[in-house]
């Protein structure tokens, strides 16, 4: 469906944090879900964090436990990806997505933007 803007990619060193910036569409609702999730290269899409967009709930992959924080601003229909501790292995493209409750499939996606950790 509609295609999501992101933005904040960049390439940092090992140790430094970045915050990464999605809009959410206007007609996400209570119930609908944003997340993020990464691509690096030569390996599948993984999730790394979603939030229910009405309730603040999150998801985690474990390799980014206490490292990221999501969060989304309902009032500008923003949602972030506070990456802290960045390592080399978080070096993937980062897609924002978005779905409209939890029984449907995420549909709509950003352009990806890239976050290149070097040591």
């Known amino acids: 469906q509609e295609q999501l803007e992101e933005s904040g990619g960049g390439l940092v060193q090992a140790g430094a944090s970045l915050r990464l910036s999605c809009a959410a569409p206007?007609?996400?609702?209570?119930?609908?879900?944003m997340g993020w999730f990464r691509q690096a290269a030569g390996k599948e899409r993984d999730r790394v964090a979603t939030i229910t967009w009405g309730t603040g709930a999150t998801t985690y992959a474990d390799s980014v436990k206490g490292r990221f924080t999501i969060s989304r601003d309902r009032v500008n229909y923003r949602v972030y990806l506070q990456m802290d501790s960045l390592q080399p292995e978080d070096t993937a493209v980062y897609y924002c997505?978005?779905?409209?409750?939890?029984?449907?499939?995420?549909?709509?996606w950003g352009q990806g933007t890239q976050v290149t950790v070097s040591s």
């Open positions: 206007r007609r996400i609702v209570s119930g609908s879900v």
């Open positions: 997505a978005f779905k409209l409750n939890r029984f449907t499939e995420f549909g709509s």
